[in-house]
């Protein structure tokens, strides 16, 4: 005796869907068939958004339905007084989603700054107080001298007066400037020694005397371009 092949529910719910001609056909003949071939079903509407259901709705007569959420929406659909008036809704297509490669800008290198360049503040020098001194005993030796020229009949004369204070000045003045060191020699070699009484004196003992010079327009003139350098 041959066996009865028998079919599980799952081999039924893996075949493929039949032609609607067979569905029509089947359902005139009165004969059951699957739930999987039903032509509304749970899937088919599950697949549309509730705007869409409560769309096809408003072409009905049915009422109380704005205010449900999907799934009262979908067990409202499904009851067997409305399940033919919504038989034309098909699954609805699955949109491919296209996956976009977002191109990453590289970051901008941020621009170097510029930076603007330190004006360096002028620095004041600091006066030399040993070269202060030195122009200030230049000033007072210059001022020993007078100017003699016109009643000497224009001839170039510098007199010196109290040549033994120009002498000890020019004596307390402590550098090693090479004009000041000449302006010196200078001196030493032009001083001479005057009696009060007029004439000249060799050595100190018993006789008054004071500091004379020779070659004063010499000396003025080298003092001078001296003061005029400090």
């Not at 071939?37 to 408003?58: A, D, F, G, Q, W």
């Not at 038989?87 to 191109?103: G, N, P």
């Not at 620095?123 to 200030?136: F, L």
Request: hydrophobic share 30%; net charge positive; charged share 35%.
């Amino acid at each position: 005796m041959n066996k009865m092949n028998t079919i599980t529910q799952q081999e039924i719910d893996n075949l493929p869907p039949p032609p609607q001609e067979w569905l029509d056909d089947m359902k005139k003949e009165n004969k059951i068939i699957s739930s999987k071939y039903i032509m509304t079903t749970k899937e088919i509407l599950r697949s549309h958004p509730v705007t869409i259901l409560r769309k096809e709705i408003s072409k009905t007569n049915i009422k109380g339905y704005s205010k449900m959420k999907k799934n009262e929406v979908i067990e409202l659909m499904l009851k067997a007084e409305n399940k033919e008036k919504f038989k034309h809704i098909k699954m609805a297509k699955k949109k491919q989603r296209v996956k976009t490669e977002s191109k990453k800008e590289a970051p901008k290198k941020a621009e170097p700054v510029k930076a603007e360049p330190v004006k360096a503040k002028p620095v004041k020098a600091k006066p030399n107080k040993k070269r202060q001194e030195i122009k200030e005993k230049l000033k007072e030796l210059l001022s020993q001298f007078t100017d003699q020229t016109e009643n000497n009949g224009g001839d170039e004369l510098f007199e010196l007066s109290g040549a033994g204070d120009f002498i000890k000045t020019l004596s307390s003045i402590k550098s090693k400037d090479k004009d000041i060191i000449e302006l010196k020699k200078l001196v030493r070699e032009n001083k001479y020694k005057v009696s009060f009484e007029g004439g000249k004196v060799k050595g100190k003992q018993g006789v008054g005397w004071f500091w004379d010079m020779y070659n004063t327009n010499e000396i003025y003139r080298k003092l001078n371009a001296i003061n005029n350098k400090y």
